[in-house]
């Protein structure tokens, strides 16, 4: 079967959750309250398309002219003015709409795409048109023709509306496929999502997606376990790479599995960063290492590497080592595992710290999703064949000393190695203990080994 | 002004495609699929326009038994189709539109075709 035609919508990302594109002669409803940012998107996806020497018509129902809509689209990044009016061309229709009501609203459509030779047709306000229809036979009846003519002419059709309707409601059956943009609510924090909730003639990234309306336009966000790590990828057991501490190397029998996932929980101030530091100072010019903190600054970090003897700035300066730090504070997860694994493939890195694995943990917002986040970008990093240090703290309060498995169940199933650095009173003294909990299919040296944090970093007893 | 037959059953299209070829001035006579098409071919038709998939009488069989009635072998054919045209129908078929095409696209198959016969 040939493949159908595709109008890319100029954004990498919702191309991907559209597995291609827009099909070329759908009729599309995009629907959102006012503010969600229908206009932008339309008018990026006809900027993009004008970009590609493509011609668009866009239909506006709004009584006011084009001038405000155009005074803020000259803040974005996408619009190119001087398009206009040769291969982009806006046209208002709400005067054909007063005049000859939807019939002559669907001529008036129709005679423009012909006139412009258009591939694709913007109709910005169809909410308006609602209103003006005498029945809603009268309204179904115009997108049907709106649809079939799309259809007939090969002319993608953007229908943008705020009005919300049933999703069996006999508009939505009309149409190739209808996209809604909202707002979600959750713990304080306002957060728009984009959903496709039909669309014909192929398969799509289902699901709820994030994004941002910016000086670029929208940013949209697929969630990762929605479009990564479908393939499950096993650990390379029969490479080692060093964990940066020689003596847990020897507890280790050897090193970590290239390509494995390890876990790294402790309480605050127990030496997780400094543990993740030379976990990254091992890095090489062949195996170079990206390192995410999400709560210590890179100036901190730079600092903290250079009292164990880590030159970050070396590492930095030979392509080694590649530090990122994102703040913790209402990211999206979903941009920044995105940007991650961009990032990866990029500097082409075959080490990764995530320092303060809770920065993904406490955004992801439904905490139900972090075991199928985790997994997805577990199963993307073995396939890139990335060895993946997260640090954790330990969540467990008044506890002290916390039980060995405080901290660790939650993510332990998501990861292949799980390793603890906790305090313990003894002796009416604190001591530090190291333990490794576990390492699939290997053996290991199951003992808790006191450790102390001097110059040369973790230095483990025995 | 022409007089056109124009087969097509999906309803609005064959609306759509009737209005841009009324605007240009011609007599349109629309048929809903090859059977009504037969029944309403008149021997002073100018051009037969016809939908390859049809229900009832498709457009290879209703054109074919059109065009063995008196008078009408010489009459213009344009198909139209989503599929290519099949090898069997390219003889008397003076012009094809796959589909998607832009009705303006028919109206000017249209005037072609009766420049040529004029």
């Known amino acids: 079967m040939p493949e159908l035609a595709r109008l890319s919508t100029g954004i990498a990302t919702l191309d991907l959750i559209l597995n291609g594109g827009l099909l070329r002669g759908g009729a599309y409803i995009l629907q959102g309250f006012p503010g969600a940012g229908k206009t932008v998107l339309a008018n990026q996806i006809a900027s993009s398309h004008v970009r590609d020497d493509g011609r668009v018509v ?164 697929p969630r990762l376990e929605a479009v990564v790590g479908q393939q499950v990828a096993m650990p390379t057991g029969n490479t080692l790479v060093s964990s940066g501490i020689a003596k847990l190397d020897l507890m280790l029998r050897g090193g970590l599995s290239a390509g494995s996932a390890t876990l790294l929980v402790g309480p605050s101030g127990t030496g997780k960063t400094i543990a993740a530091l030379q976990f990254a100072g091992s890095a090489t010019v062949n195996e170079p290492c990206l ?12 600092h903290k590497a250079s009292g164990i003897g880590v030159d970050m700035a070396g590492l930095e300066a030979t392509s080694r080592l590649h530090l990122h730090w994102r703040s913790p504070a209402e990211i999206l997860v979903d941009e920044v595992a995105g940007w991650l694994l961009a990032e990866l493939r990029r500097v082409g890195a075959r080490r990764l710290v995530v320092d303060g694995i809770a920065g993904f943990q406490q955004n992801l917002v439904e905490s139900e999703r972090m075991g199928r986040f985790l997994t997805a970008l577990g199963n993307e990093l073995r396939s890139l064949g990335i060895t993946a240090l997260y640090t954790s703290a330990m969540t467990g309060h008044g506890q002290f000393p916390a039980p ?54 973790i230095a483990l007893a025995g | 002004m022409a007089k056109i037959l124009l087969a097509e059953d999906e309803g609005i299209i064959r609306m759509l495609l009737a209005e841009v070829l009324i605007e240009d001035g011609h007599q349109v ?90």
């Not at chain 1, 990861?415 to 576990?438: G, Q």
Request: charged share 25%; hydrophobic share 40%.
């Open chain 2, 29 to 118: 006579i629309e048929a809903g699929d090859g059977q009504e098409a037969l029944a309403l071919l008149v021997p002073d038709v100018d051009v037969i326009v016809s939908d390859m998939m049809m229900p009832r009488l498709g457009g290879a069989e209703w054109v074919t038994a059109a065009r063995s009635r008196p008078g009408m072998a010489s009459v213009p054919v344009i198909l139209m189709s989503a599929l290519p045209l099949p090898d069997e129908v390219a003889g008397f078929a003076m012009a094809f539109l796959q589909k998607p095409f832009r009705p303006t696209a028919l109206a000017r198959t249209v005037q072609h075709a009766l420049n040529r016969e004029s």
């Open chain 1, 58 to 221: 866009y239909v506006t129902l709004l009584s006011e002219g084009h001038d405000r809509m155009m005074a803020h689209l000259s803040q974005m990044a996408f619009f190119d003015p001087a398009v206009l009016p040769g291969r982009l061309s806006y046209v208002s229709g709400y005067a054909e709409l007063e005049k000859n009501g939807l019939p002559g609203l669907a001529k008036l459509v129709r005679s423009e795409v012909e006139r412009q030779e258009a591939e694709l047709v913007i109709l910005d306000g169809l909410f308006a048109a609602e209103e003006t229809a005498s029945s809603s036979h009268a309204f179904r009846r115009l997108i049907h023709e709106l649809q079939a003519y799309a259809h007939l002419s090969g002319c993608t059709m953007l229908l943008l509306t705020n009005s919300r309707r049933e999703p069996g409601s006999p508009e939505y059956t009309m149409v190739d496929g209808w996209i809604e943009m909202t707002d979600v609510r959750a713990e304080g924090r306002v957060m728009r999502e984009l959903e496709v909730h039909k669309f014909r003639g192929g398969g799509i990234v289902r699901g709820r997606h994030r994004y941002r309306i910016s000086e670029n336009g929208i940013e949209v966000y």
């Open chain 1, 291 to 302: 390192f995410l903190g999400f709560y210590e600054s890179p100036e901190r970090l730079r």
């Open chain 1, 404 to 457: 060995a498995a405080q901290g660790v169940a939650e993510l332990s199933p998501l990861v292949d190695n799980v390793l603890t650095m906790r305090l313990v009173e003894r002796n009416e003294a604190v001591h530090k203990v190291f333990s490794i909990v576990k390492v699939p299919d290997r053996d290991f040296d199951p003992r808790l080994v006191t450790y102390t944090i001097g110059p040369g970093g």
